[in-house]
């Protein structure tokens, strides 16, 4: 039997040429920094070089032992994604309908208190990318941007407020009276904080809200004069959803302020006084989906608070299809962990109307200012179409509990 050869030749040029394209590379830092990043993972990495230590622990952490943190995680990981045969489609759509307004795809930005931490620009650039990207952004009670504004950079975006209940309930509704005038279109009352979960890393750090300056914090900075001089030369860091100088612009956080036990008529109540669609995030079992859409809310977002509020607390995404299937005629959000368009995929396979993602954008931002949230908000959707083209699901309406399955490890 004769052995296969190639023939061989000398290169020639017009052979060599479609090899040597220069890729365009990005002129600027921000744009080279981005074009690394192929997913969240990627911007994570980065994103950790970016802020000095305490911020980074600030955002990236969670409770106690971090132990729902972890399993947040892990249940996504556990997802086995399961195509139709045949089925598959090349362009599939991600557009859907979010509290009856279209949106581009199932994807909300988590409210995220002090925001201005990750990146000098803040709650406007987070606002501003979500516009863009046609997604709704959630501005949390504990902005370090006003209601106002956050609109103001986002004008044609849509705008949810995340309500933090005062104990003094004029103080609440201020926040609903401005949120209003200023066209947010949902009001986000948070359930899951009766007291500010325990950050041990904090702790550890000497980090505070409002930042103390200690020898730990200021040799933590030292190392990032670039961070230190945007946050020391653009507006002073406060809880600027509250009136400039008050007890709540500079202590706005504390447990005292805040209403510590939440009843199902307070949801009642916001609802008359809101008028328009509540969410209430932060649910963690069936009876209290079930409570809370029975109290009057349209939606509800099953959430354990990225793992930052009660450890060991339910993983919001294995609740999921029995949430589903008890709440009839109210949206179900689910966040806590989401890094991927295949985690999102997931989440609407298993009835979810959408998610929210909370850490993935404030990495970022970190990264890349208004761009990097961007660049997360198109890996994210790049990722889904993806996904969604190789499961055969041409629609979200065609993704069913048939392609998303919870492997046992
Ligand atoms: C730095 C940070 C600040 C947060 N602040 C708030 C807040 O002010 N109000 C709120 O309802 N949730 C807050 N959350 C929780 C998010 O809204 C969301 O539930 C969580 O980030 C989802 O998990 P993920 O980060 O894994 O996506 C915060 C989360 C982070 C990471």
Known sequence: MTEVRSRRQVPRWQ???????PRPIPRDAVGRRLARCL????????????????????????????????????????????????????EPALGTRLLGRPAAAPIVLAPTGYTRLSHHTGERAVAAAAAQAGLPYTLSTYATTSITDAARSAPAGRNWFQLYLMKDRAVSRAHLEEARDRGYEALVLTIDTTVTGMKRKD?????????????RTLAGMARHPGWVADILTTEPLRFATFPEGSTYARWGMSNELREQAIR????????????GPVVVKGVQSVVDAVTAVDAGADAIVLSNHGGRQLDRAPVPFELLPSVVDAVRGAEVYVDSGVRSGGDVVAAVSLGATGVMVGRAYLYGLMVGGQRGVTHVLDLLTDEMRRAMAMLGAPTLADLSPDHARLRDR
């Open 39 to 90: 997913s969240v993972d990627d911007v994570e990495r980065l994103a950790r070089r970016r802020v000095p230590g305490a911020v980074w622990d600030y955002v990236d952490g969670g409770s106690d032992g971090e132990v729902a943190m972890r399993r947040n995680r892990e249940a996504f990981d556990r997802v086995e994604l399961r195509p139709t045969a045949f089925g598959q489609v090349a």
């Open 15 to 21: 052979d060599l040429e479609p090899f040597l394209q």
């Open 203 to 215: 702790k550890q750090n000497g980090f505070a809200i409002p930042p103390q300056l200690t020898a």
């Open 264 to 275: 199902p008529a307070d949801i009642t109540w916001l609802r008359e006084e809101w008028g």
